[in-house]
Every structure is written in structure tokens, then in C-alpha cells.
């Protein structure tokens, strides 16, 4: 199984619309929890923290259940810019000092006219 | 704004060359990342180092090895490079975990 598993989309939504990505992960040892974005032929850019109350910035909201293990990213009112592939990601403890954060292979999104 | 640079944007290289890739960032960030990024694989873990002169392995380094002399540069070697090694390589930094991390514009890689 792998560690953090996403549906890699595509999505094609229209704009305006509604579209909701989740993430599942596998150590429930994993302590924190992020969005990211990625544009075609670049780097990923930090989107969103995940917080266990529940967090939204602006037409995003991230929810997060430990008891499920499930991370979610909701994008209202969606825009053509929004179009990238959105990368769940997971911070975790990797040795006694050292941690590393897991990335799932990421959900492509296309909005469209 | 944390920046993490990336000596090149572009690489070819031919097979059996030591390949250097360097990342340095200005933040004083304590931890320093080296990720692959192949289609359908997402970003996968090479090697990374929470302090100067430490490193530790990550899900796949093998072919690969790392230098960490100071704390703002973190570089990954390729010993002798393989065609399985054309990539993009991406390097992050990071400090407290509820940041995150920042990524250089990444390194492709290609070994022909």
C-alpha cells in the first residue's frame, strides 16, 4: 500500500464549480498534514497546512480526520488559474531526530470556460 | 521569502559521468531535501539532512550520495550516471514542520 495515496484526476470541471480532492495515508503516526500546488514544469508550492479543526483560506478548505486517516482539499467557486496538480502531503518522523514529509503522486485539475 | 536556488535548470550528461546537482538556501533552514520527480511516481525521498555534516537516506539512494559542509548548501552526486537517472530533481528546505518546505525550480536532468 502506498503511503499517501491520491486519484491522480484528471478532474475537468467548469468554472464556478465545486471540486473536492481527498487523500488517504497509511502511519497514523504521521504528525502533519499539507496541500500543495504544482504547476505544469515547475515546483511545488506550499497551498494549504492541514489542521485537525479544520482550516479554509479564501475558496479553499482542508479537513482532516486522524480516525480515518483521510485528508480533503475543497476548492469552491473554481477558476481557470486554479488548473495545476494539487499534491497531498504528509510530515512524519523518520528516525528519533529526523523527519521527512511523503508526497501522494498528486490529482490533476483542468477548469475550464 | 525563502529562497531555494538550484544551480541549473537544465542537464545532459553522458552515461558513467559524476554528475553534481547543488541547492543552497538563505533561510538558515536546519533540514535540506533531495527529491526525483518521475510521471506517475510523484516526488520520491533520495536523501536529506536535518543538520551540517548529517545526512540520512531516504526511499531511494541508491546511485546516488550527498555533501552537506555547510548549512545553506546541500548537494546531491550521481557517481556514475545511468540513463535510469534522467529526472527532475527537486531540492526543499525547511525549518519548524508547520511551515512546510520550499522547493528549488528543479534540476532535468537528462543522462543520454
Known amino acids: 500500500r502506498k503511503e499517501v495515496e491520491q486519484d491522480p484526476g484528471p478532474f475537468n470541471v467548469p468554472e464556478g464549480a465545486t471540486v473536492a480532492f481527498n487523500c488517504t495515508y497509511s502511519n497514523s503516526a504521521s504528525q502533519s498534514f499539507f496541500w500543495y500546488r504544482q504547476d505544469c514544469r515547475k515546483e511545488p508550492k506550499l497551498l494549504m497546512s492541514?489542521?485537525?479543526s479544520g482550516n479554509e483560506d479564501g475558496r479553499f478548505t482542508a479537513q482532516l480526520n486522524r480516525a480515518s486517516q483521510y485528508i480533503s482539499l475543497l476548492i469552491r467557486d473554481s477558476k481557470l488559474s486554479d488548473s495545476a496538480t494539487y499534491l497531498c502531503v504528509v510530515w512524519e518522523s523518520y528516525t528519533g531526530t529526523a523527519s521527512k514529509l511523503t508526497f501522494g503522486t498528486g490529482t490533476r485539475l483542468q477548469v475550464t470556460l | 521569502d525563502v529562497k531555494v536556488t538550484q544551480s541549473s535548470r537544465y542537464l545532459v550528461k553522458r552515461t558513467g559521468e559524476k554528475v553534481f546537482l547543488e541547492c543552497v538556501q538563505d533561510m538558515d533552514h536546519e533540514n535540506m531535501f533531495w527529491y526525483r520527480q518521475d510521471p506517475g511516481l510523484g516526488l520520491r525521498l533520495i536523501y536529506f539532512s536535518y543538520d551540517v555534516k548529517m545526512k540520512e537516506k531516504g526511499d531511494i539512494p541508491e546511485g546516488y550520495s550527498v555533501s552537506r559542509e555547510k548549512k545553506e548548501r546541500f548537494s546531491l552526486i550521481l557517481e556514475s550516471a545511468s540513463t535510469n537517472q534522467t529526472s527532475m530533481y527537486l531540492c526543499?528546505?525547511?525549518?519548524?514542520?508547520?511551515?512546510?518546505?520550499?522547493f528549488g525550480s528543479g534540476t532535468r536532468l537528462t543522462v543520454v
Open positions: 526543499a528546505s525547511g525549518g519548524q514542520e508547520i511551515y512546510g518546505y520550499t
Open positions: 492541514v489542521y485537525s
